[in-house]
């Protein structure tokens, strides 16, 4: 899960919450929506992204 600097401390409540429920650890990496986006379209192997994009940005999708 690629995971925008605005949405860590969410994620460090609710990964372990999550993994207690359905047995599924969550792999994240950090950093700013564009760049983490940017590295998604090139091919990063990602399948989440937890952030908030540019409306330019998420209206190409």
């Known amino acids: 899960m ?3 600097a605005n949405f860590i401390n969410a994620l460090e ?3 372990p919450q999550f993994t ?3 047995n599924v ?3 994240s ?3 700013s929506s564009g760049k983490l986006y940017a590295q998604m379209k090139n091919g ?3 399948h989440q992204l937890a952030g908030t994009l540019p ?3 998420a209206a190409k999708k």
Do not use: E, L, S, T
Request: charged share 25%; aromatic share 4%.
């Open 20 to 22: 207690a429920k359905c």
């Open 29 to 31: 990496v950090f950093g």
């Open 25 to 27: 650890r969550i792999q």
């Open 44 to 46: 990063a192997p990602v």
């Open 55 to 57: 409306r330019k940005i």
């Open 13 to 15: 409540v609710r990964a």
């Open 2 to 4: 690629a995971v925008a």
